[in-house]
């Protein structure tokens, strides 16, 4: 595990540039590559500061953690966060695959979305995880009624519910975002910080999914 600590606008710069080493690296040794993002609001800088990366973009897949069961339209959609911070310019040549269907629920969609899932090109490059302050990363939430089964199943993805969330998600089972050669997480501000060390200071996964993550490698990328 290693931490890296700076202001947002410069750590952002700092994991786009350990993210687009990785790809680098494995580029020099696979036709195509994967990248597994996360959503919601901190990612932004990450997101624009990695499209800027001089990368082969035409080898790269780019798919997500988890998404909410909402149109690409809605301001809360993942895959909309992705296509507006990362697929511009010559980033616009990766390969974008979204974690929704037409289906209208998650439920109704998870075994499509499972298979284009599936026919990416495993082990992913890179996960870079987020976290909630609740300890959720991906839409792994203590308070999902699915959440022992996202974390025990082979399945790639699992639809998701949970009390706290408007939405109901679809998101990377824990075994399929752990098929990574990499894995970072980024996180901002002060209760975050203290959520993590929370987080490693204990083994009760369902209580902080984030402690899915804990034990194998990771780079943490915090700021302020
Ligand atoms: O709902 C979600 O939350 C987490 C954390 O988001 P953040 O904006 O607080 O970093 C995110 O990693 C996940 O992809 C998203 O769906």
Same mark, same amino acid.
């Given at each position: 595990?290693?931490?890296?600590?700076?202001? #947002?606008?410069?750590?952002?710069?700092?994991?786009?540039?350990?993210?687009?080493?990785?790809?680098?690296?494995?580029?020099?040794?696979?036709?195509?590559?994967?990248?597994?993002? !996360?959503?919601?609001?901190?990612p932004?800088?990450?997101?624009?500061?990695? *499209?800027?990366?001089?990368?082969? @973009?035409?080898?790269?897949?780019? %798919?997500?953690? /988890?998404?909410? @069961?909402?149109?690409?339209?809605?301001?809360?959609?993942?895959? #909309?966060?992705?296509?507006? +911070?990362?697929?511009?310019?010559?980033?616009?040549?990766? $390969?974008?695959?979204?974690?929704? =269907?037409?289906?209208? %629920?998650?439920?109704?969609?998870? *075994?499509?979305? *499972?298979?284009?899932? =599936?026919?990416?090109? @495993?082990?992913?490059?890179?996960?870079?995880?987020?976290?909630?302050?609740?300890g +959720?990363?991906? =839409?792994?939430f203590? /308070? =999902?009624?699915?959440?022992?089964l996202a974390? !025990?199943?082979?399945?790639?993805?699992?639809?998701? $519910?949970?009390? !706290?969330?408007?939405?109901? $998600?679809? !998101?990377?089972?824990?075994? $399929?975002?752990?098929?990574? &050669? #990499? +894995?970072?997480? +980024?996180?901002?501000?002060?209760?975050? #910080? /203290?959520?993590?060390?929370?987080?490693? *200071?204990?083994? /009760? %996964?369902?209580?902080?999914?984030?402690?899915?993550?804990?034990?194998?490698?990771?780079?943490? &990328? @915090?700021?302020?």
């Open positions: 595990m290693t931490l890296e600590q700076a202001p #947002r606008e410069r750590l952002s710069g700092q994991l786009a540039e350990a993210v687009a080493e990785a790809l680098r690296s494995d580029l020099a040794e696979r036709d195509k590559v994967l990248l597994v993002v !996360s959503g919601g609001s901190t932004v800088p990450f997101l624009r500061a990695l *499209a800027d990366m001089p990368l082969p @973009w035409s080898r790269v897949e780019v %798919t997500l953690a /988890d998404e909410r @069961w909402v149109a690409e339209s809605d301001d809360d959609s993942n895959a #909309r966060l992705v296509r507006e +911070h990362l697929l511009r310019g010559e980033a616009r040549q990766a $390969r974008f695959v979204p974690l929704t =269907s037409e289906a209208a %629920t998650p439920e109704q969609g998870v *075994a499509e979305v *499972a298979e284009r899932v =599936s026919g990416l090109a @495993w082990p992913a490059s890179a996960v870079v995880l987020g976290m909630g302050g609740d +959720h990363t991906a =839409s792994l203590p /308070d =999902s009624r699915e959440l022992d974390l !025990s199943t082979a399945e790639p993805v699992v639809a998701v $519910r949970t009390p !706290s969330q408007p939405q109901p $998600r679809i !998101s990377l089972s824990a075994d $399929r975002l752990h098929q990574a &050669y #990499r +894995h970072f997480l +980024h996180i901002t501000g002060e209760s975050k #910080r /203290d959520v993590l060390g929370k987080a490693l *200071a204990g083994d /009760d %996964t369902r209580a902080l999914p984030i402690r899915a993550f804990l034990a194998s490698p990771l780079g943490i &990328y @915090w700021a302020p």
